[in-house]
């Protein structure tokens, strides 16, 4: 039993001691599991540690030193366009509107209520949120996806990323994100680095409306800068990044007039007013902005305490009305887009000048050419005559716009004339520089099919000018020599079609027809045939060239056409102003400027390059332009022109009233399309003063014609109250002051312009280039025979006596155009028969120059017409018989021969007289009583034409002047014996 037992203790020892050395090995496994397990976690940890490492090099890579570039944000600056004084703003360039502003000028409720709603935690952060970004990340996995960046991640991505950034996936950009937001919240540490941080961020965020930082969306939306906001405009410009686009303000906004308006009217520009109406839509901008105001209740940081629960909800209440869209950014807005186009042109080239970002982006500032006060004149003009003219009751309008009850009259011809539109600018003719511009008759009114204000017509439309481009087309003919001042051309219509294309019958809009003018009379009072006879002698080609060189630009494809010289080619206005300046200037033609000065962000002038002045080119002689200018200076005299007269300048700044000196010159088209009117004052002796020249346009924006309204109760009015506003108080000039050498005076016959001759009725004096004065006598008289006793053309045995005396004979008027003659001849007959006779082509009627009314040159053609009748032979009397009762004839009496001598030709014997009485008077012997018929049978006045013819051949028989007998030689009448 004990040995049992023994073997039991032995076992169990023997099991221990197995048991020992399995222990041992646990121990051992205890000890290496640890060992193990570190050694994998160390290993994993340093797979981990070498990927994060690896991770976070690839997506630094790249990646900006935050600090440094945080630094040196350039935001783009706005290019900000002035007035030629450089101090009214006009615009601010670009697709960008951007004002950068410093934290300290950011009132506390702006940065209160952008942290509120995009980073409640943004004095806190590292830069990120990571419980928003797995927050967001679970509502990506279940379906509801949505933001989680915080501002500094927001302005990281829009500002401190590379490009590539955002060529990979959305998670790979997020990431870098991240990174690049822990880097900057490092290297920008504690509040003054969070400041830093929301000022770039507030400076460049985009608030829609084209506008880029929080000061440009405050002046935009509201017109105030920030510290003259309310809160809830606080509230809404913070609500409006979350989704620029769709919350912008002006897009939003509804447009509502603020008085009582006719249907059809246009709203009064300081009456209008732009609401953002609440649609009690939860997804709108008002309850954007409701929301925004209620999380500032609670996470207000700067502004807490200053405002009550309260004054939040107060603030819900607020309207959210807008800076009017009229009153927004831009002044002379057609002037701006022009100087936007110009400054492209100079920063990239003509090519590239519309998409030239560095007028946008450039932070220029632009001094242009324009004078605000010039340009508020001609916007108003233009308003009064082409919009306001549609109302109802025009006046209360008129008057507040401070336009004299004066012009009433006028600007009421205008309510039915169907005329929507118009345009109108003003420039220094001496420098070329637009001071006023306008291409519309109010860039920010309400538009329809025959008002389009957007669209600009002074540089972008074609328009037919008519009439106005006559002075074009005479001066090339004056510098040609072709052409005089004293030119005669017939006033008649005539066919100028072309062989095989038709008629072209020209006529003149009141149907008349003058007959001879000289071309001083037919620029002056805008005859359209002879203007377009002047064309056909200068040459239509040359013309047409000649024009380009004054500046006129033609619709692709243009070519020549007989009517040109009447304005049927189109053009630009603006190119009629440079023109009509280059007329003002003695035909030198500056280079159109808008703008004068352009300096860089820096302040450095990088236009002009150098100060030298701008050079013009000659386009006409002075002589020519000074006598086109004379001939259209008389349209501002009414003694002269009392038609276009009316429109006078007057300078009413003094204490009388005084006519300034002006030219000017209107055009209407045939189909009554357009209107225009553009004319210059005389330059001013001061060499530095501004010479001013004035074009308007007149019409509808589709091209429909107006209502039967002239130039001259249109456009020329318009003009004439632009030049008269903005020239008051100016130094009066007058044309005479800069007459040239080389011009030179001659008298003229007033209707044919050759030299007087013995067939002229009138003379005048006439302006002549040196070496083209007429050498020629009148040309439009023909000396010719007639009777005396009965005005008929002469011929032997007419009653007599033969007098020679000159008529009109237009047989060789306008030589070297015998196509022309037959249409004068026609006109010549009916014009014998005098005015208003009506015949030719078109059934146009005859006229004196110019009309009944008004005939400077008498009621005449410069003379008379010539009889086409021939008088009557006249017959030998039958031998004496007894003498029969006379009866009643018109039959002019025959002539009874003188008896003759039987023995000889010599004079008959005289009878002795009586011999006179000593002291007394002779006894006269009584004369022979004829027998007379009875009273009762022959009424008196049944003798007169008897009588008359007797009588009328007895006393030429008495005082007939001698002269040689014809081969028809009647014997002489034997003298009546004298009284005894």
């Known amino acids: 039993m004990q040995t049992a037992l023994q073997r039991r203790q032995r076992h169990r020892r023997n099991g221990a001691a197995r048991r020992g050395r399995g222990g041992g090995a646990a121990r051992r496994a205890a000890f290496a599991i640890p060992l193990l397990l570190f050694s994998s976690f160390l290993a994993v940890g340093g797979v981990a540690f070498v990927a994060v490492v690896s991770a976070y090099a690839h997506y630094s890579e790249g990646l900006t030193d935050p600090k440094e570039g945080l630094s040196n944000i350039a935001f783009e600056q706005p290019s900000i366009v002035y007035d030629r004084t450089g101090k009214v703003e006009l615009a601010r360039f670009g697709v960008l509107r951007r004002s950068v502003v410093t934290f300290d000028d950011i009132p506390p409720e702006m940065v209160d209520a952008t942290t509120s709603v995009e980073d409640k935690d943004f004095w806190t952060n590292p830069g990120f949120d990571i419980g928003a970004v797995v927050s967001a990340g679970l509502d990506t996995l279940s379906g509801r996806p949505r933001g989680a960046s915080t501002i500094t991640q927001q302005l990281v991505r829009a500002r401190l990323l590379p490009a590539d950034a955002f060529e990979g996936s959305v998670y790979d950009r997020k990431i870098r994100e991240i990174i690049q937001s822990i880097r900057l919240t490092q290297a920008f540490p504690g509040e003054e680095g969070k400041k830093a941080i929301m000022e770039a961020y507030l400076n460049q965020n985009f608030y829609g409306n ?77 309850s954007r902005r409701n929301f925004v105001l209620d999380q500032m209740k609670t996470r207000s940081v700067l502004s807490a305490g200053k405002y009550t629960a309260a004054d939040y909800d107060a603030a819900k209440n607020e309207e959210l009305v807008l800076t009017p869209q009229v009153a927004a950014p831009w002044k002379a807005p057609q002037f701006v887009w022009q100087i936007r186009k110009q400054l492209g042109t100079l920063l990239c080239g003509e090519a590239d000048a519309d998409t030239c970002e560095a007028v946008d982006t450039g932070g220029y500032k632009i001094i242009t050419s324009l004078d605000w006060g010039m340009q508020q004149t001609v916007e108003k003009w233009l308003y009064a005559s082409t919009r306001v003219t549609h109302l109802k009751d025009p006046t209360p309008v008129w008057t507040k716009l401070k336009i004299p009850k004066s012009e009433f009259g006028w600007l009421k011809n205008l309510r039915g004339a169907n005329i929507h539109n118009g345009a109108a600018g003003v420039m220094d003719y001496r420098t070329g520089q637009v001071l006023a511009y306008a291409g519309s008759g109010g860039y920010y009114l309400e538009g329809s099919a025959k008002f389009q204000p957007q669209f600009d017509v002074l540089s972008d439309g074609f328009r037919q000018l008519g009439s106005s481009v006559k002075p074009l087309n005479y001066i090339v003919g004056l510098d040609d020599h072709s052409l005089t001042a004293a030119t005669m051309f017939m006033d008649v219509v005539t066919d100028f079609g072309v ?91 500056m280079p159109r400027t808008m703008i004068l000065e352009v300096q860089d962000k820096d302040g450095k002038t990088v236009y002009p390059a150098t100060e030298d002045p701008a050079v013009g080119k000659r386009v006409a002689s002075p002589q020519a332009s000074y006598i086109i200018t004379d001939i259209l200076s008389g349209n501002t005299v009414k003694s002269i022109n009392p038609v276009w007269g009316q429109w006078q300048i007057l300078d009413k700044s003094g204490k009388d009233t005084v006519r300034r000196p002006a030219a000017y010159k209107t055009g209407t088209t045939n189909d009554r399309k357009d209107t225009a009117a553009f004319g210059f004052l005389a330059q001013p002796k001061d060499e530095t003063a501004q010479g001013l020249v004035v074009g308007v346009w007149m019409g509808n924006s589709d091209n429909t014609p107006n209502n039967d309204a002239l130039s001259l109760a249109s456009a020329a009015p318009l003009w004439s109250r632009i030049m008269t506003e903005i020239s008051q108080g100016l130094p009066i000039a007058k044309f005479t002051d800069e007459k040239p050498k080389d011009i030179v005076t001659e008298t003229v016959d007033a209707f044919s312009g050759l030299l007087p001759g013995p067939g002229t009725v009138k003379t005048v004096d006439e302006l002549f280039i040196r070496g083209t004065a007429p050498t020629n006598r009148d040309n439009l008289h023909v000396a010719t025979d007639i009777d005396a006793a009965t005005g008929l053309l002469w011929q032997d045995g007419c009653t007599g006596p033969m007098q020679t005396k000159t008529f009109l004979d237009f047989s060789r008027a306008e030589p070297g155009f015998n196509s022309w003659q037959p249409y004068t001849q026609e006109w010549a007959q009916r014009a014998a028969r005098g005015v208003g006779v009506r015949g030719g082509p078109k059934k146009t009627r005859t006229m004196y120059f110019y009309n009944l009314s008004f005939h400077p040159f008498g009621a005449t053609w410069g003379g008379k017409f010539k009889p086409t009748e021939v008088c009557s032979a006249l017959a030998p009397c039958p031998p004496a018989e007894a003498s029969p009762t006379p009866q009643p004839s018109t039959v002019v009496p025959c002539i009874t021969p003188a008896p003759t001598e039987s023995h000889g030709g010599g004079p008959p014997t005289k009878e002795p007289g009586p011999t006179p009485t000593k ?54 009448r034997a003298r009546p014996p004298e009284p005894s």
């Not at 008085?259 to 732009?274: M, S």
């Not at 006529?507 to 203007?531: C, M």
């Not at 034409?945 to 009328?952: A, F, R, S, T």
Request: hydrophobic share 40%; net charge positive.
């Open 919 to 972: 002291g007394g008077k002779p006894t006269p012997t009584p004369r022979p009583t004829l027998p007379l018929p009875a009273q009762a049978s022959i009424p008196p006045a049944a003798t007169l034409p008897l009588v008359i013819p007797l009588v009328g051949a007895l006393l030429s028989r008495r005082f007939r002047p001698a002269r040689r007998p014809s081969r028809h030689h009647r014997p002489r």
């Open 499 to 589: 062989k095989g294309s038709g008629s072209f019958l020209p006529t003149q809009a009141d149907g008349l027809e003058r007959g001879p003018v000289r071309l001083r009379q037919a620029l002056q009072f805008s005859l359209n045939i002879p203007s377009i006879k002047a064309g056909i002698e200068v040459g239509l080609e040359r013309e047409f060239n000649k024009w380009k060189d004054f500046g006129l630009t033609y619709p692709p494809g243009a070519q020549p056409v007989v009517s040109q010289s009447v304005g049927s080619i189109e053009t630009h206005p603006i190119d009629m102003i440079g023109a009509y300046g280059a007329i003002a200037d003695g035909g030198v033609l």
């Open 210 to 286: 084209q506008s880029y930082g929080v000061k440009a969306a405050a002046i935009g939306y509201f017109g105030k800068d920030l510290d003259q906001l309310t809160l809830a405009q606080f509230a809404v410009l913070a609500a409006i990044p979350q989704s620029p686009t769709k919350f912008d303000l002006m897009r939003n906004a509804v447009r509502e007039c603020t008085v009582a308006i006719e249907e059809g009217a246009d709203c009064p520009a300081n009456k209008v007013k732009l609401v953002v109406p609440d649609t009690d839509d939860p997804n709108d901008i008002i």
